[in-house]
């Protein structure tokens, strides 16, 4: 099966821009979508198609993608944008489909 | 407003079986697949595989096969979980999470169960 790999732990300062990766074969024939889990909640879609945001989720984030790497950046971070994120996409080995998560990225907004 | 209640926290012995209930209301339960994730203690999201309510049709994730079973009753909207021959390392919240797409799946998860807490231990 695909794996998704993401960096344990990125920070951030107050204000400024950070971007959070996921690389995995997969990405470069499926979409990432981009979930945010604060503590003791569920997770929330905040991208999906990879750059696609739901209805309700600010504008300060935004997806792309390039090659086998997906990107979720979130420009002018908030002290509310400290959780874990994962990015999830479709497994490229079978079918029917199935997806896989990344390990997640903890953000901590300085 | 749309939204996933799943039943309450269990504690099991290690070689039961466990099966949790995910009711939907307020949108067209057989037309949104149904997909179940865990999250162990401290750990990441893994999703366990997913159930098309509109036919029943189920994938598993390959860590799960032989062990899960997906199932759904359309006449209340509710999706069901079962997870079978327990290890302490089933220890988890299990989630319910609808896909976005409206008759196709999408792949992308809008609406999400609060989470059930799964127990196992002797």
């Known amino acids: 099966s695909s794996e998704l790999t993401q960096d344990p732990a990125v920070s951030v300062a107050l204000g400024q821009t950070v971007r959070i990766t996921c690389q995995g074969d997969?990405?470069?024939?499926?979409?990432a979508s981009w979930y945010q889990q604060k503590p003791g909640q569920a997770p929330l879609l905040v991208i999906y198609?990879?750059?696609n945001r739901p209805s309700g989720i600010p504008d300060r984030f935004s997806g792309s993608s390039s090659g086998n790497t997906a990107s979720l950046t979130i420009t002018g971070a908030q002290a509310d944008d400290e959780a874990d994120y994962y990015c999830n996409s479709r497994d490229s080995s079978g079918h029917p489909p199935i997806w896989v998560f990344g390990g997640g990225t903890k953000l901590t907004v300085l | 407003q749309v939204q996933l209640v799943q039943s309450g926290a269990e504690v099991k012995k290690p070689g039961a079986s466990v099966k949790v209930s995910c009711k939907a209301s307020e949108y067209t339960f057989t037309g949104h697949y149904m997909y179940w994730v865990r999250q162990a203690p401290g750990l990441g999201l893994e999703l366990m595989g997913w159930?098309?309510?509109?036919?029943?049709?189920?994938n598993y994730a390959q860590n799960f096969q032989g062990r899960v079973t997906m199932t759904r009753d359309t006449s209340i909207s509710t999706a069901y979980m079962e997870l079978s021959r327990l290890r302490s390392d089933d220890t988890a919240v299990y989630f319910c999470?609808?896909?976005?797409?409206?008759?196709?799946?999408?792949?992308?998860?809008?609406?999400w169960g609060q989470g059930t807490t799964v127990t196992v231990s002797s």
């Open positions: 159930i098309n309510p509109n036919n029943g049709d189920t």
């Open positions: 999470a609808r896909d976005r797409g409206y008759y196709y799946v999408s792949g992308d998860m809008d609406v």
């Open positions: 997969s990405l470069r024939g499926y979409y």
């Open positions: 198609d990879e750059k």
